[in-house]
Nanobody, 125 residues
Framework: QVQLVESGGGLVQAGDSLRLSCAAS????????MGWFRQAPGKEREFVAG?????????LYADSAKGRFTISRDNAKSSVYLQINALTPEDTAVYYC?????????????????WGQGTQVTVSS
């Protein structure tokens, strides 16, 4: 029943910006912390960013994501977003949306209860 559907990925050039979206259904979105992960070719999945259920300033980023990445959410739309600026080829990865009642499970344990299918981001040099 729970579905997280990512969109907004694609092929872009280095230096471009991209806004990824994740639409959630089958859960009480406002009760869930949300996050983004990514998996680059040949690498393990890594945490990118997390946001608490009420949003606002309750955001946490991986060191690699600080500065260029912004996570936000719109509880009225049951959606979470990831704005990525100044994309580089190293940002090439499948980006996954995640949800969990526990913010800790997303940003520290990295074992969210729910995952999306992912959206491909490819950055050309």
């Amino acid at each position: 029943q729970v579905q997280l559907v990512e969109s907004g990925g694609g092929l872009v050039q280095a230096g471009d910006s991209l806004r990824l979206s994740c639409a959630a259904s089958g859960l009480d979105f406002s009760e869930y912390a949300m996050g983004w992960f990514r998996q680059a070719p040949g690498k393990e999945r890594e945490f990118v960013a997390g946001i608490k259920r009420r949003g606002g300033g309750s955001q946490l980023y991986a060191d690699s994501a600080k500065g260029r990445f912004t996570i936000s959410r719109d509880n009225a739309k049951s959606s979470v977003y990831l704005q990525i600026n100044a994309l580089t080829p190293e940002d090439t990865a499948v980006y996954y949306c995640a949800a969990d009642l526990s913010f800790h499970e997303i940003v520290e344990v990295h074992m969210p209860a729910y995952w999306g299918q992912g959206t491909q981001v490819t950055v050309s040099s």
